[in-house]
């Protein structure tokens, strides 16, 4: 018995602007975006084989960024359509060359979802060929006129509120969205609804009510402070040291920066010391080891490299812990260029690679008053420190 889930992760998500052009799937809670949590609760559930999310084309990079590694049970994304219809019935295709019995269609922005709600789902597809995570209606039920005045109050008598995961035997669930896109008909709201319209009993299975769907900005913020306030943190403190002695060249490469000068820095990457120092004060935080370690100089891979790729990876090695950076600092010592006017350019660049405020990025500079190596403009340093929340061990 072969079980895919299918997330659908395609959709703009304009409701939750809390995070600026950020989707909200992609909007961190609790350290680690929505999307990354709701993918791994499916790795970890043992009864699914193969993960696929359906992604917008313009999330490409957000996802990319987002996959830790490379999980062997999470197979290559597929781009979305304009409706969330449409964006399942492209995964669905996509999943039919390896043909599992079951797929689990699953919101991305439902990371909560219990591994015992999967389970109930695929137990209840043993007799039928649907089932749905549903909550039972609670609240009572008022049918207002246009004017805002209770007509009516309804019975809640056996309604329930769908949710996903949403299982199916795969053949039906796939001729389903087939029969319904040939007819034109493109406003499901759920592929339970769609199963239902080709016929096939739907069974309902109840849910745990921590399974919300996070759609506005609020919903967002409830759950960040909800999952940090749980998890207990401690604080780490790293530093980095970097230097590059300058050779025959017109510019240099400073916190990402390409500045005209009379000479380069020698190095087998683009030799930005800011952001090796950055690089290191960051892996230093986490104790994963150094710049030099990860991207070896003797590989021939890393030769002129942009150090930004550097800096992606340590923030990536925090993330991947459930971290968060809290503030870097920069010093850089050298008796030119002058690195004052490049200082918003370099703080706005490093600060999209870390998912950092500007007022969180210290560059300073100073000269080496004519002393030592410095002095003799023989090269450039630069020291840099990092602050970093890591989840305690214990927490
Ligand atoms: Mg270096």
Redesign the pocket.
Same mark, same amino acid.
Request: charged share 15%.
């Given at each position: 018995m072969r079980i895919a889930a299918l997330i659908v992760a395609a959709g703009r998500g304009t409701r939750a602007a809390a995070s600026g052009n950020t989707p909200k799937q992609y909007a961190p809670i609790g350290g680690r975006p929505v999307l990354a949590r709701t993918i791994e609760a499916f790795l970890a559930h043992p009864a699914i084989h193969d993960v696929k999310v359906v992604i917008h084309p313009d999330d490409k990079n957000r996802y990319a960024a987002l996959v830790i590694g490379t999980p062997e049970k999470l197979s290559p994304p597929v781009m979305g359509g304009d409706t969330r219809q449409e964006s399942v019935l492209r995964g669905l295709e996509a999943l039919a060359d390896s043909s599992p019995d079951l797929v689990l269609i699953h919101d991305a922005a439902r990371p909560f979802v219990t591994a015992s709600t999967i389970t109930d789902v695929i137990a209840a597809l043993r007799d039928r060929p649907a089932a749905l995570a549903a909550l039972a209606v609670t609240d009572t039920l008022k049918r207002a006129s246009v004017d805002g005045i209770v007509e009516k109050t309804m019975s809640r008598d056996r309604l329930w509120r769908a949710q996903t995961p949403q299982g199916f035997h795969f053949v039906p669930i796939l001729a389903a969205h087939r029969k319904a896109a040939d007819a034109g008909l493109r406003k499901f709201t759920d592929d339970a609804a769609i199963a239902e319209w080709a016929g096939l009993d739907v069974a309902i299975v109840e849910d745990k009510p921590s399974n919300v769907k996070l759609t506005t900005a609020g919903d967002l913020e409830l759950a960040d402070h909800h999952l940090t306030s749980q998890t207990a943190f401690e604080p780490r403190i790293g530093s980095g040291f970097?230097v =590059?002695r300058f050779t025959a060249g017109d510019h240099v490469w400073l916190g990402g920066i390409k500045i005209p000068y009379t000479h380069k820095l020698e190095?087998h990457s683009d030799?930005d010391?800011i952001l =090796?120092a950055l690089t290191d004060a960051l892996l230093g935080a986490i104790g994963d080891g150094d710049i030099g370690q990860h991207f070896p100089p003797s590989d021939p891979k890393w030769k002129g490299a942009a150090s930004r790729l550097f800096l992606e990876d340590a923030a990536r090695r925090v993330r991947d812990r459930g971290g968060r950076i809290v503030n870097v600092d920069i010093t850089v010592l050298a008796e030119a260029p002058r690195i004052g006017p490049h200082r918003p350019a370099m703080q706005t660049l490093i600060g999209e690679v870390l998912g950092l405020t500007i007022d969180r990025i210290g560059i300073k500079a100073t000269t080496n008053e004519g002393m030592g190596f410095v002095g003799r403009r023989e090269g450039i340093a630069a020291m840099a420190s990092a602050s970093v929340l890591l989840p305690s061990a214990s927490g």
């Open positions: 970097d =590059h190095g030799a010391v =090796h």
